[in-house]
């Protein structure tokens, strides 16, 4: 009844409009429709819009059935999923505590990845920390992205020598540090031969991955690198190079610091000696303890004490008058994995040593089950550190206390007097959910029991999360 | 705390309250009722409206929470079931469902009753004995006949405005043609309101809905679908004046879906004593469950079912309630992949679609699997023309693919089974993309005539959900 010709005349027609150009109406519709029918127009109208809901248009075949990304690691196990949507997802979770860290370092561990269905409601999450959630999620990031800004860093799943300078920038520092505990030299050879193709952020993190296992053996490289164009790398060479006893900048550094060391003598039955820092004019008093460590915290434990001709068992009594100055010992203590000396120093007065250790940016723990041991003496807390700090512990260590300690942190007065007073004071949510996810895997139950008796809407987040990471980490 | 009846009259918020959960006290009520140790008691009634209420009460401190929608404090609903509670009549033990449980998640301690009003001692004592006395039926003849009479002026004249409405819409669609479509999208928002105004006053609501909808619609389709779109939509606003005007010649269902699109409405007891109704009995699964404000200031809940059984009847059901947007969000009664047992009574259709849960049986579990019935792309469209030919005026209507594959093409994303492609309406929240290249999908959505709306899927990845 109604073919091509007559549609394209009434469509023509009805969009031009009628009383422009008069449609055929009996013509289209082959004598159904009366030309002297008062309602001819409106029919006709009704009509060619049935005519068209029937027409079945064809739709060009798809350019691409390829999925968005492909992605070699197990999908997180199906009960784990609620979990994550309730703890990290925009409307009910809470992506600024340490939780999401957590999660993202535990699913790396496993080589898991979120479920590709999950993606868009994880939104914030996957941003922050594609680089640990595996390929799909840093497709994901990219998704958007077009040919004019292409990344050209993909991820790898497995890295080696041979596909090291394909991966993301987060990847190839990681590889290097991890090349530099079991084979230095070829790790700084690696880093030597792309070093001078590479942009500044790359040389940047590649530069400070060569902070693990500094030798000797580095300095020339480093030195080197005093000519480099950007500021930020020569900045980080340099900082390297103080840390290298022997160099003329650790030399340097040292010789700064003796001179800002004063001398006394102290105790009345037996004189002792007392060491105590002398403050350069500009550094005000609230920012002594930071200017201290970044200036003298990089200095070798053992030139220190050869500077002030002490053994380092003298220089720990003698800077005990000065706190800043024995945390400075600490941080040293620690530089140089004397975790003996870090203990002893804590158990002696710097309880909170490990607060300043985990707010400096420039201080790396090597070995954070020994740092831990060392450093994180909760029976000595008198009170609970606010949760923020306990997060940055997790941010440094990237791994959950030893179980030793977790058991110390639980059994502590400070923890068991604040799950005491929580109905009365109210302490955030954040606290309890960063200690489930802070403490070591076997102490959870243990962590249960202390918080069951507690109102629901103190500790959900905490139960939610080990029960996450349970699911993740037996997967 | 123990429930006791007095402590029942003493949180009711007034007499009338009192009275009306006395009436919901009848097990029937509450295909769904159960509690736990820890003295929880929850149930689901059925209200007036398509899907029961879900009602959860704390024993321990008179905490609660209904999803009707009740401006009273509390509702007669959770009177009804502390009542029975303190009555001690037995209630299955089990464990609490996920509803429950986001409920306990949430709450801040007890439930927020409404502040002590200052005139509470002047506020006549809601009364059990009041509430149990029998309601005195006075049957007046005359009153009677009277109200009868006056109900057939009533319909009669709103007959007579609703007809002179077509002919004035009528009218305005031809402006329109006379003037020519081309130039419509300039002035779409102010002759869709003032057509839509005047299809109010001619007591046409639901038409006027529809056309006042209109706008919204077109500006959302890309530019070169949208002169199809214009002759489609208003051709279809004369076939509809058209048809009411003949509706004695149509067959019954037929004339009954246009009646109940134009305005013309149906209690849920007359739909249940309707003996032409269709009635299912069998599974279901919810699929989706959506919420719209309409330009009448009512939010539109829709929730959407597939029947898993093998039951004969309509594959698909739609339950639509309505609430006004003055009583703020309404969470959803049921969510994508909760299942249920229930006798679906449908509204007269020539296309059945539209029902009402006339009983439930058993609670509400998140078992079962939804498979789409064997149609490739072609296979749907069948089914969605052979609708469209029992109703010309069907809007959005719900298909399903098997074994198909969200894919890219050059405009966009489709939905292809190897030989045939169904553009994909997406949005931005990039909820489809993880869905592209999932091979052997089954897919259901709304098929609008142009572009699939995808609710949701089965894939071998697992449940698919919008965001």
């Known amino acids: ?475 | 705390m123990s429930l006791t009846l007095a402590k029942v009259e003493e949180i009711a918020p007034d007499q009338g309250s009192l009275s009306a959960a006395r009436k919901l006290l009848n097990p029937r009520s509450w295909p769904v009722i159960a509690g736990s140790e820890a003295g929880l008691v929850w149930g689901e009634c059925q209200g007036s409206g398509s899907q029961p209420y879900r009602v959860v009460i704390s024993e321990s401190d008179l905490g609660y929470k209904c999803t009707c929608p009740s401006r009273k404090f509390p509702c007669k609903h959770s009177l009804a079931l502390m009542w029975m509670r303190a009555e001690g009549r037995p209630i299955t033990t089990q464990a609490p469902p996920d509803w429950v449980n986001d409920w306990l998640a949430r709450r801040r301690g007890p439930s927020a009753r409404p502040p002590a009003s200052n005139k509470a001692e002047e506020k006549p004592k809601a009364s059990i004995a009041t509430a149990l006395e029998p309601e005195s039926a006075v049957v007046d003849p005359k009153a009677q006949a009277r109200a009868l009479a006056q109900r057939e002026r009533n319909r009669a004249e709103r007959e007579a405005a609703i007809l002179a409405g077509m002919e004035e819409l009528d009218l305005w669609i031809l402006d329109q043609v006379e003037r020519g479509l081309a130039g419509f999208q300039t002035v779409a928002r102010e002759q869709c309101g003032l057509a839509a105004r005047r299809l109010v006053d001619a007591k046409a609501s639901g038409l006027a809905s529809r056309v006042e909808q209109l706008p919204v619609a077109l500006f959302g389709l890309p530019e070169a679908l949208r002169a199809d779109f214009l002759i489609e939509k208003l051709g279809e606003l004369h076939l509809i004046a058209e048809a009411y005007r003949r509706q004695a010649e149509l067959p019954e269902a037929l004339k009954a879906d246009l009646r109940l699109m134009v305005g013309w409405t149906m209690s849920r007891e007359d739909l249940l004593g309707e003996p032409q109704a269709t009635r299912v009995r069998d599974r279901w699964m919810v699929l989706a469950a959506t919420q719209e404000i309409q330009p009448d200031k009512l939010r539109r809940l829709e929730t959407w079912l597939a029947r898993l059984g093998d039951a004969d009847g309509p594959r698909f059901a739609v339950l639509m309630d309505f609430v006004p947007v003055s009583i703020g969000a309404v969470g959803k009664t049921y969510s994508a992949g909760e299942t249920f047992e229930a006798e679906l009574v449908f509204y007269p259709s020539s296309a059945p679609l539209r029902a009402i849960i006339a009983q439930q049986f058993g609670s509400v579990t998140r078992e079962g699997h939804w498979r789409a019935p064997p149609d490739d792309v072609s296979g749907a469209l069948d089914r969605y023309e052979a609708s469209l030919g029992a109703r010309p005026w069907l809007g959005e209507w719900p298909i399903a693919i098997h074994n198909g594959v969200v894919a890219r093409a050059a405009d966009g994303l489709v939905l292809f089974d190897s030989n045939t492609a169904l553009p994909i309406r997406t949005k931005e929240d990039d909820a489809l993309l993880p869905l592209i290249g999932v091979e052997g999908i089954d897919a259901f959505g709304l098929w609008d005539g142009r572009r699939l709306d995808l609710k949701f899927a089965e894939t071998p990845l697992g449940r698919w959900l919008p965001a």
């Open chain 1, 1 to 475: 009844m109604l073919d091509a010709a007559s549609v394209e005349i009434l469509t023509r027609s009805v969009m031009l409009g009628t009383s422009r150009q008069a449609a055929p109406v009996q013509k289209a519709f082959g004598g159904l429709i009366e030309s002297d029918d008062p309602k001819a127009t409106l029919k006709a109208l009704a009509l060619l819009g049935q005519h068209s809901r029937f027409r079945r248009s064809v739709h060009a075949p798809p350019t691409s059935v390829e999925p968005l990304f492909r992605d070699e690691r197990a999908i997180v196990p199906e009960a784990a999923r609620p979990l994550l949507l309730s703890l990290l997802s925009g409307k009910i979770g809470d992506v600024t505590d340490v939780v999401p860290l957590v999660v993202a370092d535990a699913l790396e561990h496993r080589r898991l990845r979120l479920h590709p269905f999950d993606l868009p409601r994880l939104e914030d999450f996957v941003k922050a920390h594609a680089d640990q959630l595996g390929a799909s999620a840093v497709a994901w990031t990219q998704r958007h992205a077009t040919t004019a800004t292409p990344d050209s860093y993909s991820f790898v799943e497995t890295i080696d020598e041979a596909n090291w300078t394909h991966a993301r920038p987060a990847q190839r520092a990681a590889f290097i540090r991890g090349l530099r505990t079991t084979n230095a030299a070829r790790a700084r050879a690696l880093v030597e031969g792309v070093f001078a193709s590479e942009q500044a952020p790359i040389r940047l993190v590649l530069v400070k991955a060569l902070a693990e296992n500094l030798s000797p053996a580095d300095q020339p490289f480093l030195e080197g690198l005093a000519k480099d164009r950007a500021p930020t790398v020569r900045e980080a060479a340099e900082g390297l190079l103080a840390r290298l006893p022997g160099s003329p900048q650790a030399a340097k550094r040292l010789a700064e610091c003796l001179s800002r060391i004063k001398r006394a003598s102290a105790g009345v039955l037996r004189r002792r000696t007392a060491l105590e820092l002398d403050y350069p004019a500009t550094v005000n008093e609230w920012q002594r303890e930071a200017w201290a460590i970044s200036t003298f915290g990089s200095i070798s434990l053992d030139e220190f004490a050869k500077g002030l001709e002490l053994s380092i068992d003298d220089v720990a009594a003698a800077t005990a008058y000065d706190p800043i100055l024995s945390t400075v010992l600490a941080v040293q203590a620690s530089q140089a994995r004397r975790y003996d000396l870090l203990a002893r120093l804590v158990r002696e007065g710097l309880v909170n040593a490990w607060v300043t250790m985990v707010q400096a940016d420039d201080i790396d723990i090597v070995d954070p089950a020994a740092w831990s041991a060392a450093a994180i003496q909760p029976d000595l807390w008198t009170e609970m550190p606010v949760a923020v700090l306990l997060m940055r512990l997790y941010a440094k260590l990237r791994m959950p206390l030893p179980a030793p300690i977790s058991e110390r942190l639980l059994a502590s007065k400070a923890w068991r007097d604040l799950l005491s007073s929580a109905e009365q004071n109210m302490p955030q949510p954040i606290m309890f959910a960063t200690i489930a996810v802070l403490i070591s895997a076997s102490l959870r139950e243990a962590l249960r029991k202390q918080l069951a008796p507690l109102p629901t809407e103190f500790t959900a987040r905490a139960f939610r999360a080990m029960s996450l990471l349970d699911l993740i980490e037996v997967t």
